[in-house]
């Protein structure tokens, strides 16, 4: 399976911390592309990173890639509050389907 | 901004009833997505769709479910013959391009409860 694995599964920090979240997937990739859910609503895309980059920011937000690893990481920087959601890994490929791993669900307390 | 939308939020239905559940997707996009949900599970891949027909689909897909794009703005999923473990989220989603050079854009999700 070319699904994600999202590490931690829970994740619990103070505002203003940093977070950081982990994936791993298993066969070779175009695109990771990482998102948030909040609870009960849809995924929003966060960031994509391609194959052949090793890193992206976006504001708060710093992912890398590593292909030798099939792995990748989210770095949220001075958390917030606002930020507790679920964050998901997503690969692509050639084809036309999108595999989801089983998320980060990260708590930030105020 | 441009959004995806679903209805209806909600959905009841009993065992054995045949459910549609609708989307509008972004109306410059060309791919077209279902996923589900079991609550507190991972987000997992139904359908994709493309050019008036489905392009990949998984194991989950069987003979109960179908998609369809009736006008050039919704595209909806039938679920023929519904059972328990189909209650989920169900979420559309649409992408501008493939999945190997777009984000998807997704709706809200329809929440299917079967009793």
């Known amino acids: 399976s070319q699904q994600g694995e999202e590490d931690p599964q829970a994740l619990s920090i103070q505002e203003g911390e940093n977070a950081t979240m982990n994936c791993s997937y298993k066969?070779?990739?175009?695109?990771l592309q990482w998102y948030r859910q909040n609870s009960g609503r849809g995924l929003v895309h966060l960031i994509l990173?391609?194959?052949?980059?090793r890193e992206k920011h976006s504001g708060r937000l710093r992912v890398t890639l590593d292909t030798s690893k099939k792995s990748s990481s989210l770095l949220i920087t001075a958390s917030r509050a606002a930020d507790t959601a679920s964050y998901f890994c997503a690969t692509g490929n050639t084809g036309n389907q999108f595999y989801f791993g089983t998320g980060t669900s990260l708590t930030v307390i105020p | 901004e441009p959004e995806v939308t679903q209805t209806p939020s909600h959905q009841v239905t009993q065992m054995g009833q045949e459910v549609i559940l609708r989307c509008v997707p972004i109306?410059?996009?060309?791919?077209f997505y279902w996923y589900r949900q079991i609550l507190g599970q991972k987000v997992e891949f139904l359908v994709s769709f493309y050019n008036n027909e489905i392009s990949e689909k998984s194991e989950i897909f069987d003979d109960q479910f179908s998609v369809e794009r009736p006008d050039g703005s919704n595209f909806t999923l039938k679920i023929r013959s519904t059972k328990l473990e189909d209650s989920a989220m169900y979420f559309c989603a649409s992408s501008q391009g493939s999945t190997g050079n777009s984000p998807l854009h997704f709706g809200n999700g329809t929440r299917l409860t079967v009793t």
């Open positions: 990173i391609r194959s052949n980059e």
């Open positions: 066969t070779s990739i175009n695109n």
């Open positions: 109306s410059n996009h060309l791919y």
